[in-house]
Structure formats: C-alpha cells, structure tokens
C-alpha cells in the first residue's frame, strides 16, 4: 500500500517540476520588453539554470546514498521554490538570472532522484508515465501563465502560484518519510518486478567512463541524445516567440498555444507506454521523428494562423516517446554491465544541449532573423535522424561480429 501512495506524490512531484519548467518560455514575450532586455536574453536565463541542473545530476548519486531519496527531493523542492519566490520579486535581468542557478540545481536533484527511485522500485511502464505527468504539469504552465497575463496582467503572479505549491511539497514529503525510509530500507515494491530489481545499479559490475566511451556506438548515442534535448528544449523556450514576432499572434494567445506542444509530449507519452507491446524502441522512435517532421513543416508553411497549433502539438506529440524509448534500448544497445554508465552519460549530454543550444541559437537570431526557428530545428532534427540510423547500424554489426565469434 504504502508503494502506491509514494507512486500518487512521486507523480504530483513531477507535475510540479514541469509547471515550473514551461513558465519561462511562455512568460518570456510579456517579459523582455519590460525587463529592457534583447528578446535572445531568455537563452542565458535557460542556459544557467540548465547548468545547475547538470551540476546536480552529477553529485545526485552519491547525495542521495547518503541522506535518502526523500530528503534529496525535499531539498530540490526547497531550493526551486526559494529560486520561484526570487522571481517573484525580480524586476531585473541579472535578479533572474542569479534565481536561475538554485531553479537548477533544485530540479536537477528532482529529477535525477525520482527517475534513479522509481528506476528500481516500479516496473518499467511508470518510468514512462512518470515523464507522462512531467508533462502534464509542463501543459498546465503555460495555461496558468496565460491567465495571469491575461487577467492580471502579471507573470510574476504566476511563479508565486507555482513556488507555492513547490513549498506544499515539501510538507507531504516531510510527512511521509517513514514511508521513504521504509522502502529504502530494503522493501521491494509491489509494483516493482524481482527483473528490474536485479538490474539495479548497485548490482551492476562497476564500469569507467573511459571503457564505456570505448562502446560501440556510444559516441552517436551520446550526440544523439544532445540533437534530442535541443529540439524539445528550443521549442520549449522560444515557439511562443516565435508566434509572436514571426506569425504574429498576440501574446496571451501564444503563451496558451504553447501548452499544446507540451499536451502533445504528455499525451504521447501516455500511448506509447501502450504502442510499446506491439512495437519496438527503434521503430517507435522513426515514427516520433516523423510526427515531428510533420510539425516543423507545418510552422514553416505560409498557412493561416489557426494551423500553427497543430504544428506545435505534432512536434510535442512526436518528441514524447523518443527519450523514454531510447534510455530503454540502452541496456539492449551496449550491454547490461554498461547500461548504467551510459545512461548517465546520455543525460549528462541531454543537460549539455539544455544548457548551451538556447543562448547560442538566440545569438545566431540576434544577428539573423527569428524566422529560422522551424528551419533550424528542422536542421537538428536530420542530424539526429542520421546519428540514429549510424548507431543502429554499428550497434547491429557489432553484435552480429560478436555472434560469429
């Protein structure tokens, strides 16, 4: 029982993370004109906060053996809700950008401890679920937002809103720690598989970072997740730019258009957990690539207004089985005894295109025009189709020589 109600507040936690994520994307077009900023100023704020988060994913591991999942999570909880309240009062771009680094590394440490719990405690359908409601929480963001813009004609209202309900966290998380502790302390989950749990890390023969980048294919993995997490993380942050400066849609509008995109990850995200038990990882990932092919040219086309929407809800629903579905391949990729490394190292790259594709595709438009944005991700987006394909392939011939042999 008690498995189940940690599952109900693990997937809340979640929710509450991606509510904190989408705010600045939709906030950013009511924000930089009052802030006296250049629109491109938005990628430095996303950059900062994406670094504390690799900071994070990096020193996570050993925090939390020491002081459990549960006070790690409380800890994130506290330092993003402190970061929240901060925008909350912030009237200046350098106030953001110093609220920037406790916003990352709090989620940082959300995210790499939920994903590392429910890892090895539940079976493998609710790590798919989990970003399902990641995703929930990153639809309602902007709706919320919208509101406020368009009621109370006010985007810190909304951090407050958010920063409280991150705050209320900490008090349910402080309320069941016996629950947590219990768990860790050696109790497997119903939910859990005796399978996923002989897969855990701490059972894994221990491998170096040096010999897993020896891996075949690893290298093309490592860019294909940095190719992945640039597009999403682009779209996330500068589509409702994009729709104002470019399309023209009016500021509240696109703010509330944006939650599409993010509805489209969640819902996604949602069938694939069901897609999964009649196709396999490689072929669901082809399909999501092409969906969101399908969206980019969509925003690229000269069509009227109303078919922007559903260019950025294809993009969301096409990017939402990709990462999930290309962790999983891991293990059947590179090897069990590998696996854990290179997952790591694959959200360590995922953290690494977070952090440094905004600010340097908001410079190249500062100087260009913002009208490339769908070219541009078009652009990443064969890439990473070309990486995919070469890992599979080296991948494949590096299993058929071991088979030989």
Known sequence: MFTILLLILIYFSFISLGLSDSQLGAAWPSMYGLLNVPLHYAGFISMISAGGTVVSAVFSGKIIKRFGTAAVVASGFFLTGFALTGFLFSNSFIALCLFAVPLGLGGGAID??????????YKARHMSWLHCF????????????????????????SYRTIGIIHFG?????????????????????????????SNA????????????????GVKEAL??????????????LWGASYLVTIKGIAKETAARWLAFYFIGITSG?????????????RQIVRIGQLIIACGIVTLILPLKSNFLLPGLFLIG??????FPSLLHETPKNFGKEYSHIIIGLQMGCAYIGTSIMPPIFGLITS???????????????VVKVVLTEVMNRKVDKNKMGAIEC
């Open 269 to 281: 995200r949602f069938i694939t957990g069901f897609i999964t038990m009649k196709l396999n990882n």
């Open 112 to 121: 790499v401890s939920l994903n590392n719990y429910v890892a090895l405690h």
């Open 201 to 216: 890390p701490e059972k894994t023969r221990p491998v170096g970072i040096k010999s897993a980048f020896s891996v075949t």
């Open 317 to 322: 629903l096409g990017c939402a089985p990709i």
């Open 367 to 381: 100087v260009t025009s913002f009208s490339i944005f769908p070219v541009f991700i078009g652009a990443v987006l």
């Open 134 to 157: 990641w995703g929930v929480g990153a639809s309602i963001g902007p709706i919320v937002m919208s509101a406020f813009l368009l009621y109370k004609n006010s985007w810190n209202l």
């Open 169 to 197: 966290i900490i008090v349910l998380l402080l309320l069941s720690s016996s629950l947590w502790k219990k768990s860790e302390q050696g109790s497997q989950g119903e939910l859990g598989s005796q399978s996923e749990q």
């Open 223 to 236: 860019l294909v997740f940095f190719c992945y997490c640039t597009i999403e993380t682009l779209t996330a």
